[in-house]
């Protein structure tokens, strides 16, 4: 569903009665639906006939039909006749709560849990092309809202808005940072990119607004903020993507300079682990801090971790204790994707999260996308497998691809570029366009319509490495470079 004020209640009231919500985004494709319902075997589906796009419909519960859920409970997107008939079996959100009429009146209480007991299951994007199930648990809601409380000053009273879905770990994490904290929910229904919802912004005195790179990008380039008072706004928050410095400075420049708190984490953090905060001097598009309760190592080039107070660029660690992290996965090896091969330090396995990092001679932190094979697109993590699954099939001339996310040279979002090794090595480069065209139609048909190829290039061959693996981090370091070149 997306993310309104039913889709909330829905996944308060599921949690309160001890039963597990299975988050899944609604820009997905049916496949990718199915792919979730079976990892999770979830029982019941909650979702809308339809999605609201300014004039346009976009179908929703014959996606949720075509992906053979179980049992749906459908809300009507207007009023409270449906466009389409229900399948056997699935009932209308009205009859779903016809059910309880006779417990009106009654005060419901919470059913009490373990804290380990799980409550919400997300999915992150693992290297194999399933994606990882993350389980959260009675304790995760209390990482969102101490990070939110600690980094970003989230108090009561507070109103807190941050453009997302519950399908995304950033919609459970906004519901519990906001209302354990005694603040309230901003929730915007449509686009956040028109001037529509920088009006919604002002008329609500949004306190802390989210964002992601893109959405900034976008209100820049179309100037949809202008002619609006965000000044009830005391910071915001970034996540989701690497951010550019001009971008951000004309941001806070939208709220008479208010800080930008940049947040970094992970589906299975539950939050971040590293943050910028109120207490230090900011240094915009970078991190100040490690996020409460958590401990960041950056490793040489042997694998082992820099001293703490010497600036260098490596993969992350992270120290195994953290407040609301997972320590199981429902189909994946949790030992195994975190903490195998992993440097020990005074007698504990470090933490894999697999982002590059920087941490510079004035101690601050800047990421430098994925040292793995999956990229980030537009806040959304996806593995290299799944492009190239989909791009693979999209023409018969193609042998292989390799998907890569590049950083632009200015800095910002990753941008994914798709490198085509084609059977037949004269194939003109007069095709190159068609074939982007036609990688973005089958990408965003089976995979997400949020995904877009900005690039593609042709190789004779993938760089591999012994045991034939491909070496998409040095296709990254290249595309980056040439992109770099190009620019100068």
């Not at 005694?182 to 609500?204: E, M, N, R, T």
């Not at 030992?335 to 195998?340: I, L």
Request: aromatic share 8%; proline share 5%; with cysteine.
């Amino acid at each position: 569903m997306p993310m309104n004020v039913k889709s909330v209640v829905i996944y308060l009231a599921i949690v309160l009665a001890s039963y597990v919500v299975v988050s899944i985004a609604d820009s997905f494709a049916a496949s990718e639906i199915s792919t979730r319902l079976k990892i999770s075997k979830a029982k019941v589906i909650f979702t809308q006939d339809l999605i609201m796009r300014g004039d346009k419909s976009i179908p929703l519960y014959s996606r949720v039909v075509d992906a053979q859920s179980p049992m749906a409970v459908v809300i009507p997107t207007k009023g409270s006749e449906f466009s389409m008939k229900l399948r056997n079996g699935d009932v209308s959100w009205h009859d779903f709560l016809e059910k309880v009429n006779n417990l009106k009146g009654k005060e419901f209480i919470a059913t009490e849990q373990p804290i380990e007991t799980f409550t919400n299951i997300l999915f992150s994007s693992g290297t194999t092309g399933d994606p990882k199930a993350i389980p959260w648990t009675n304790i995760t809601p209390l990482k969102a809202a101490a990070d939110a409380w600690c980094h970003m000053d989230v108090r009561k009273g507070d109103v807190v808005c941050w453009p997302t879905n519950l399908g995304w770990m950033m919609g459970p994490w906004l519901v519990y940072a906001s209302l354990l904290n005694g603040a309230s929910v901003a929730l915007y229904i449509g686009s956040p990119l028109g001037s529509a919802f920088a009006k919604f912004v002002q008329d609500a005195k949004v306190t802390m607004l989210g964002v992601i790179p893109s959405i900034v990008r976008s209100w820049r380039s179309t100037n949809s903020t202008s002619g609006y008072d965000w000044s009830s706004i005391r910071c915001f928050g970034s996540t989701g993507e690497a951010s550019n410095v001009d971008e951000y400075l004309w941001l806070m420049g939208r709220a008479l300079y208010k800080p930008i708190i940049e947040y970094c984490g992970g589906t299975e953090i539950g939050g971040g682990f590293v943050c910028g905060s109120l207490l230090q001097a900011q240094s915009l598009a970078a991190f100040s801090t490690p996020a409460m309760c958590c401990s960041l190592f950056i490793l040489d080039d042997e694998g082992l971790p820099i001293p703490q107070n010497v600036p260098g660029i490596g993969e992350l660690a992270l120290g195994p204790l953290m407040l609301g992290a997972s320590n199981t996965l429902l189909n994946a090896d949790h030992y195994g994707v975190y903490f195998k091969g992993m440097p020990l330090l005074n007698g504990k396995v470090l933490r894999r999260h697999g982002d590059v990092f920087e941490r510079t001679a004035r101690g601050y932190y800047h990421a430098h996308g994925r040292s793995d094979d999956t990229m980030n697109l537009g806040g959304i993590k996806v593995s290299s497998v799944e492009i190239e699954r989909i791009c693979n099939g999209v023409d018969s001339s193609i042998l292989e691809t390799a998907a890569i996310g590049v950083p632009p040279s200015g800095g910002g979002p990753e941008l994914l570029t798709i490198a085509v090794v084609f059977k037949d090595s004269n194939s003109t480069k007069q095709d190159l366009h068609q074939l982007r065209m036609s990688f973005n139609s089958a990408l965003q048909k089976k995979l997400n319509p949020l995904f877009r190829v900005s690039q593609v290039v042709t190789l004779p061959s993938l760089p591999r490495t012994a045991s034939n693996k491909v070496m998409r981090r040095v296709l990254r370091q290249q595309l980056s470079e040439t992109n770099q070149n190009s620019k100068i």
